[in-house]
């Protein structure tokens, strides 16, 4: 399986060269970008240049990019909106189809292979609405994504619109046969069960955010430090007729410049 490191784990810090050098010392093949504008303004043509020069200089691969979950530099606590392709105002997804858009459009310039889409906030709950305001998100931004090389991926949470078997359901109603999954191990642990999550989602796995938790809250914590079963994890994902990448998305506060490196080499260890 790939592995990937989430800049989730740098979120505050803005994104540079020597953060990327990091997870490419510690045994990292590629890298998950996380599209928030005080780490990563996608909007900023100097960052997106250096980003960009950066992957030309080395053999990481640019796998995937976290779709940005607020328009904002303080994510959210200056009061801006989520990012919501699914809320009951129209204006409302309109704002959050087009961040997304802006960020999709590093893929010009950094060869990105996949986008990381949530549907709804944690409260959300399910409808017909819901259903629809769904399918359209994703059908026009797979449009969008298409001519940029950029396959979209939905990923699990812990709302009602998506659960494992709520987006095999969307999948399978719009006929989105190019659109992936990525599963969240955090988010079924807290949910259905990975093991439950995997077994409905099968070979639709893309990608895996990996990280750990006790059940309760979405901690991000480092795989092993929660309750995640990662022997059977890592099984049951071998069953899969194309192996996953797997993507290290832990919480920004547990970053450690004096530790890091060696968390990081762990935990793909504990993954191999």
Partial sequence: MLRVVSTHLFLNHRL?????????????????????????????????????????????????????????????RSGAPACNVIHPEKSRRIAAMDEIKRALEVAERVPL?????????????????????????????????RPLGVRILVENLTNEPATPQRIMSILEIGHLDNIGVCLDTGHANMTVGVPQAIDAFRDRIVSVHVHDNKGIKDEHLWPGEGTIDWKQTVDQLNTLSTPPATVLEINFNLYNPADTRQKIEKSFELLA
């Fill in 16 to 76: 540079h060269p020597g953060l990327l050098d990091l997870a490419a010392r510690s045994g990292a093949q590629a890298i998950e970008i996380f599209a928030a504008r005080q780490h990563f303004n996608y909007t900023y043509q100097e960052e997106v240049t250096e980003l960009a020069d950066w992957f030309r200089s080395n053999p990481l691969v640019p796998f995937s990019m976290h779709a940005p979950l607020f328009p904002d530099r303080e994510m959210g």
């Fill in 113 to 145: 292979q996949n986008l990381i889409v949530h549907l709804g906030e944690q409260n959300d709950g399910w409808s017909q609405q819901t259903l629809d305001d769904a399918l359209t998100a994703l059908e026009h931004l797979a449009a969008f994504a």
